[in-house]
């Protein structure tokens, strides 16, 4: 079990960036791929990017690639999401996700995933 708290969410002016954090618990982190979603009102709950165990391997969706970077420090049991060039679009509430073995690699369908967090919210104003 892991429990997964997300901050740094908040209102940005559109070119802004900011960076969301993932907290999780237990001492099993290193051993869960991570990802980040994102859900807007009205909408589904989207892949936004995912990293493997060591962090050696990304994947993004292609309408955040070059922006976002995802990373993780096993140390801090800590995921990671910095967003750059914010955009109106970008608007959702973000969250991220833990997939336990087994696993075939870094899946882009939330129902993959096994445990969430509450959810951050980020507002980007035009």
């Known amino acids: 079990q892991v429990q997964l708290v997300e901050s740094g969410g908040g209102l940005v002016q559109a070119g802004g960036s900011l960076r969301l954090s993932c907290a999780a618990s237990g001492r099993t982190f290193s051993g869960y791929l991570m990802a980040w979603f994102r859900q807007a009102p009205g909408k589904e709950r989207d892949f936004v990017a995912g990293?493997?165990?060591?962090?050696?391997?990304?994947f993004y969706a292609d309408s955040v690639k070059g922006r976002f970077t995802i990373s993780r420090d096993n140390t801090k049991n800590t995921a990671y999401l910095q967003m750059n060039s914010l955009k109106p679009e970008d608007t959702a509430v973000y969250y991220c996700?833990?997939?336990?073995?087994?696993?075939?690699?870094?899946?882009?369908?939330?129902?993959?995933?096994?445990?969430w967090g509450q959810g951050t919210q980020v507002t980007v104003s035009s």
């Open positions: 996700a833990a997939d336990r073995p087994p696993y075939s690699g870094v899946s882009r369908t939330a129902t993959a995933y096994d445990y």
């Open positions: 990293i493997t165990l060591s962090g050696g391997s990304t």
